[in-house]
């Protein structure tokens, strides 16, 4: 027998035909076994398990795609408002203001001037 990754998920196709299995072990009445890791009654249980802790999973996801959307939406208002403050340093304060610059804003005397390129004539 090979060694067993728990880390990795299950393919779901795995997982559907041993949930076939289980289903068709319902079936044979006779079935009995010393193993207790393979007995119908603990077979049984851990399916229970598996089902409420798949729920579980599919409510948490749930719960933490609403989050996300919360989270980003509300980066995009933070990230609105701040550019509408800057607009307003801007303008009450003008763009080659302190305050502007304060705010995260070039002042218009830093910026650079364009220059014209020098024209290499050719032979």
């Known amino acids: 027998m090979t060694i067993q990754d728990k880390t990795r998920r299950l393919r779901p196709q795995a ?22 890791d393979a007995s119908a009654a603990n077979l049984e249980e ?9 729920q579980t999973e599919t409510e948490k996801l749930a719960l933490y795609r ?30 080659d203001s ?10 218009k005397s830093d910026r650079k001037r364009p220059s014209r390129k020098k024209q290499v004539a050719m032979a």
């Open 15 to 36: 997982i559907s035909q041993d949930i076939d299995s289980f289903h068709g072990l319902q079936t044979v009445s006779t079935y009995n076994t010393t193993r207790a």
């Open 98 to 107: 302190d305050q502007a610059q304060a705010v995260g804003l070039k002042k």
């Open 46 to 54: 851990v399916y229970q398990a598996m089902l409420i802790s798949q």
């Open 66 to 95: 609403a989050a996300a959307d919360a989270a980003r939406l509300a980066e995009w208002e933070f990230h609105n408002a701040v550019l509408a403050m800057k607009e307003v340093v801007r303008g009450q304060y003008g763009s």
